[in-house]
């Protein structure tokens, strides 16, 4: 976008030599010849010159719309869309661009309006069905776009985008034998289109094809060598298929054409990493991260390579640390708390002896949890990194907590506190990624971070990329996991969508799905925040009866945890829960409950109350399970609906 505004700028100062003996027609004419070639910013600044000569030419404001569409500047392309259809009203084609972008802007009723009024006027106008299959798609109905696109098959028999819209669609619904069907039709007819060969290549990807897949995108760039997205595409399959190095030699390509394409900076870094080369990974990451400085992926990358890979000492650590303590800070000046924990977090993983630490304990404080406030501060005491402030503040709150629940009952709550669940968390190798390779690893990573902060469960320590489900599973059961999560990522260059399917680590049967769908600026971190939130939401709350005292006891759960005055929980003979063989739940019998506790106070970090056991005999003992939610309120979670598969709009924006 500033690439065309600078065009559009520089030519003034000659612009009575560029433009002399040349009408609005000719640059229009001009634009559309860069149209053919998929040279969109020379077609619109053609387009840019006709209107400047002719601000009433439909037809170039129309194609300028269609350029921004191409550039994803759906901004933009409304605003030139809606001039062109002042200029020139019943134009349906016109209105068909409305309305796909629109759809590209999640703005789906008024979508849905105008394609409405397009068929009501010609109930078969192609443009107007593929825009209703692709607002399928946008609303997660992938498989009633594939009904739509076959009834506008028997009109169109022989129509090539309607062919590759529906092989594309069935290979996004894992149906690859019925896509690879309708592709091969289509390169039986158009084997000399390059085109075909990258939709070939990646649909024979998404079915883990790969060396079919290499060999499409392989004849792709033979009939156009300058197609870059087919040579992304390339460097994509060799990564999965582990050739490293040549993924790498790929990319260095696409960066000697443009030095800002970050996208290839960080698949080289990726490859770089995955080869064992750390320092020139974490080099080449930086830069993809300063071209793209809000991509969440690279950053993501770049932060992992960090963490696990230099010392704490690491000058590159405190670089990054502080841009999310820069963020923590806007944040937290806007009253958004959580997302100012998350990123003092964040920089807290890479920089622990930071001083900004003071200000993340600050906001608990705030947020009413001063055990954790004092213990971070303590924290800094011991690192040296206390200040008379600090000081004060921990001999005030120590004085302070002096009555606290955990005082009284002599119990630390730092030794107390216990997680009650293990949770590992994975992605595939065979998943396909058409922006960020190993972009499912990456969020993975992710998750875990995530997850490490929660008080109720542990992340599994093991290799977040599997090559299976069955490895995933064999990790997960060998790692005593109760549950495992495979994460499935689709995006585009706007939009994200998360899948995590969730397995019992015992036996591998389903357990639940859930997924997040985002859009704009942190949707990584929004969308995985969300997935975490619909797991912990899911898991049975389960504390333990840490010490008894004649017939009350404290729980190692507290108002952190939601637990909360009078509440009344079974307390389970220890050893006796076991997690369900499918869905998400906990067994035990009548005859394992052997007792309740009602509570009457409840701390921060630890809960106490009065004990009363159930039969004749008392069996409570110290070390027993307490469990915080009824059978009944442990509905195991199922899918949410299907969720938008942004990468597929992407490819089927591009091709119609």
Request: proline residues 3%; hydrophobic residues 40%; neutral net charge.
């Amino acid at each position: 976008m500033k690439y065309l505004l600078v065009i559009s700028f520089v030519i003034v100062p000659c612009m009575f030599s560029y433009t002399q003996g040349r009408n609005a027609g000719v640059f229009y004419n001009e634009g559309q010849a860069a149209m053919v070639q998929e040279e969109w910013y020379d077609a619109a600044e053609a387009f840019l010159e006709a209107l400047r000569l002719n601000p009433s030419h439909a037809e170039a404001a129309g194609s300028l719309a269609y350029c921004y569409y191409e550039l994803a500047e759906f901004d933009q392309a409304l605003s030139w869309v809606r001039k062109a259809r002042t200029l020139a009203r019943g134009k349906m084609n016109l209105a068909n661009l409305e309305a796909r972008i629109l759809i590209a802007l999640g703005q789906l009723t008024a979508a849905s309006q105008i394609i409405r009024e397009v068929l009501a006027r010609e109930p078969y106008n192609r443009e107007a069905l593929f825009a209703q299959a692709e607002m399928d798609i946008a609303q997660g109905r992938s498989g009633e776009a594939v009904t739509r696109y076959r009834e506008v098959a028997r009109r169109y028999p022989e129509d090539q985008d309607i062919l590759l819209s529906l092989a594309l669609v069935l290979g996004s619904l894992g149906r690859h034998d019925e896509a690879k069907g309708y592709i091969d039709r289509v390169l039986a007819r158009h084997s000399e289109d390059y085109r075909v060969y990258y939709y070939a290549a990646y649909l024979a990807s998404r079915a883990n094809r790969i060396t079919e897949a290499i060999r499409f995108a392989e004849r792709a760039l033979a009939l156009k060598s300058t197609f870059i997205s087919a040579r992304s595409l390339l460097a994509n399959l060799r990564y999965r298929q582990g050739q490293f190095a040549e993924a790498a030699g790929l990319a260095d390509g696409i960066i000697s054409k443009n030095r800002n394409d970050a996208l290839s900076w960080y698949l080289k870094g990726m490859a770089l990493s995955r080869l064992g080369r750390r320092q020139e990974a974490i080099s080449v990451l930086s830069t993809a991260a300063a071209i793209a400085a809000e991509d969440e992926f690279i950053r993501a990358a770049l932060e992992d390579l960090l963490i696990l890979g230099t010392s704490l000492e690491e000058q590159n650590r405190r670089r990054w640390a502080a841009w999310h303590f820069t963020r923590a800070r806007d944040f937290k000046s806007r009253n958004l708390s959580e997302q100012a924990l998350f990123e003092y977090r964040r920089g807290l993983r890479l920089n622990p002896y930071a001083r900004e630490r003071q200000e993340y304990a600050e906001i608990l404080r705030v947020q009413g949890f001063p055990a954790r406030f004092m213990e971070e501060l303590r924290f800094m005491q011991d690192l040296g990194l206390g200040n008379q402030g600090i000081d004060d503040a921990v001999e005030a709150y120590t004085s302070r907590l002096s009555t606290a629940l955990y005082r009284r009952w002599q119990a630390d709550p730092l030794l107390v506190t216990k997680r009650h669940w293990k949770v590992g968390i994975f992605s595939l190798a065979a998943q396909p990624a058409l922006y960020h390779v190993d972009g499912a690893a990456v969020a993975s990573g992710y998750l875990k971070d995530l997850l490490s902060h929660d008080r109720n469960i542990a992340p599994l320590e093991a290799e977040l990329r599997q090559t299976s489900f069955s490895t995933a599973f064999r990790a997960a059961r060998e790692g005593g996991a109760d549950y495992f999560l495979i994460l499935t990522v689709m995006e585009n260059e706007r939009d994200l969508s998360l899948k995590g399917e969730l397995f019992v680590g015992r036996t591998g049967s389903p357990a639940g799905t859930f997924t997040a769908y985002r859009t704009g600026p942190d949707r990584l971190r929004n969308a995985g925040r969300n997935i975490i939130d619909q797991l912990t939401a899911a898991l049975p709350s389960r504390g333990e009866l840490a010490v008894r005292r004649v017939n009350q006891g404290l729980i190692n759960k507290g108002r952190a945890d939601g637990v909360k005055p009078d509440a009344v929980y079974d307390i389970v003979k220890k050893g006796r829960v076991s997690v369900k063989n499918e869905g998400i739940g906990l067994v035990y019998t009548e005859a394992d409950v052997v007792g309740t506790i009602t509570v009457r106070e409840a701390d921060e970090e630890v809960s106490a109350g009065n004990l009363a056991r159930n039969g004749f005999y008392d069996r409570i003992e110290p070390g027993d399970e307490v469990i915080f939610q009824t059978e009944a309120a442990r509905i195991p979670p199922s899918a949410q609906g299907t969720v938008s598969d942004p990468e597929l709009r992407s490819l089927l924006r591009a091709l119609h």
